[in-house]
């Protein structure tokens, strides 16, 4: 069994189309996988025939964990919330549809910080997920869920959403490969909206093959969301062996400022296997890139204040005992039914809207964006890449950073420029350093971010790092994968 | 502002997120000093035409289907307290 379960999914969709693999049986056994779950990761699974709006009769693809944020048909959805509990929507998101046209059954529902509103999954109203590396450590977030499953041997591979790192830092804390694409590239018709202009969805993975056939199923325009226009071409698979002729470039405006030692070792050794691989590092200046916090913490709260207006104890989820007037019944609902970080962002983003405050906060942080993403155009005039360390440091305790939001968010300080410019950015496993207090040793990601649409370039050479690094560790008792 | 946003929040609620928002704002106000009064502002990171389609009817959820997952429907409809309240 564990050797089935040993297999990528590429490796394991080779194995069925050579009819070496019953589909069926291989799907039935990470179902058996997906039920020994002891990192609060999955919210709801499929324990065979529990969803039939969602049932695949005829499996042909690795069986995939979804983010609890996507709509599905007939199964729980909660995007992590309390005001959602109960909730089984009347559609499938356009992501999950095409995951199961494409033969690929649903394993499950994944956990995730409330409305993807963080970076360690310790804003679940179901409880924080745990780091299969060290349970005592968070898998990162807001996707943590989905990273969690992937690196513990619970699902081949899984889809998670991005806003600002939500899938590169969660599966850069867990060691395993996270892709945010285009803004536009994958339909977001049926996901659950925090920022709109922002949010994207996005595989994770064991290794960037995986990352390269899930997003070709994902990838394309939909009627539905008229914000998706898809790639120009579908990705195939990556098979890119050298960087020869390939220009990275390190922003020393980011990677300047302070990081953990250990996670710098892990950049600064990537950067010579980079060279050694025949790639060639510049230094690039995205001036405007460490204001990306600012600007990002600004539009995303607005927007989130907005999108969640709809929770009202009206149409769908809960709703609060009152005695009161409708107002009343809507303050209490939300109340109850959101948790503190959700609150706290919908008050920040109230506040930059509000009048006499828009322009100052929300039109600037417009502006700011624009800047950023003419950084990153300046840049790649220069160089085909951007890279940088995934997160500034690897996974942090549980509890260690809830007591200060402002230090919570600094830990997207490093893929926030891109999402705020609409680009691709892959995460991919680096190595290993020690944590600041010492322990045993956890994964560091690598970053590389291209410009819009070339997520076949970024992906190739991707694909020549991974081959070159060879990463292999897997968190103790995870034999599998 | 909880007012605006319809979140019922308690005193000690008030209280702390008032001392948590000002620690974020001061870190956002960073961006205040930055000169950008030429700069356009971006609501949208990929150009994009507007997207049309033509302007017939479609397949829409049935009612009951709309109405499953209220947690007070009533009569084909979602029922709500009064906007006025009992006195």
Redesign the interface.
Known sequence: MSELLALTALEAHRAMVAGELDASEYADAWRGAAAGDELNAYLWRDEGGDAPAIAVERPSIAPVAVKDIFCTEGVPTTAGSRILEG?????TATAVRKLLEAGAPILGKTNMDEFAMGSSNENSAYGAVLNPWDRERVPGGSSGGSAAVVAGGLAPWAIGTDTGGSIRQPAALCGIVGLKP???AISRYGMIAFAS?LDQCGPLTRDVSDAALLLAILQGGD?CD??S?GLPKAPSLPDREDLAGLRFGVPGDLTSHAFDPGVRAVFESTLEKIESLGGEIDTVALP?AE?G???Y??IAPAEA?SNL?RY????????AE?S?????????T??QG?G?EV??R???G??AL?SGYYE??Y?????????I?GDFENAFDQVDFVVTPTSPSVAFKLGEKTAD??AM?LNDFFTVPMS???IPAISIPAGLAEPEGGGPKLPVGFQIAAP?FAEQKLLNAAYALEQGIGFDARPEGVSNG | ??K???????EE?VER?AG??S???E??????E?D?DE????????E?E??L?ADAPHQS?PPE??L?????PADGA?R??????EE
């Open positions: 909730y089984e929507p009347p559609y285009t803004y536009g202009s009627r008229s914000t226009v405007h204001h916090i600012s600007a913490y600004v204040s207006a009202d104890g009206v149409r769908y989820g809960t709703r009152s009161g007037d409708v107002i009343e019944m809507y303050e209490r939300r109340a959101f503190a609150k706290r919908i008050m920040l109230t506040y509000s100052a906060y039109g600037q942080a417009q502006k700011v964006r624009t800047k993403a939001p402002l968010y705020l410019a609409g819009a | 502002m909880a605006l946003a319809r979140l019922g929040l308690s609620e997120m948590e928002l620690g974020i704002l870190h956002v106000d960073r961006i205040a930055l950008l700069v356009e502002p971006t609501s949208h990171v990929v994009l507007n997207v389609r959820l289907v709309a499953a997952s209220a947690p007070d979602f709500v307290p009064s906007p006025q309240a």
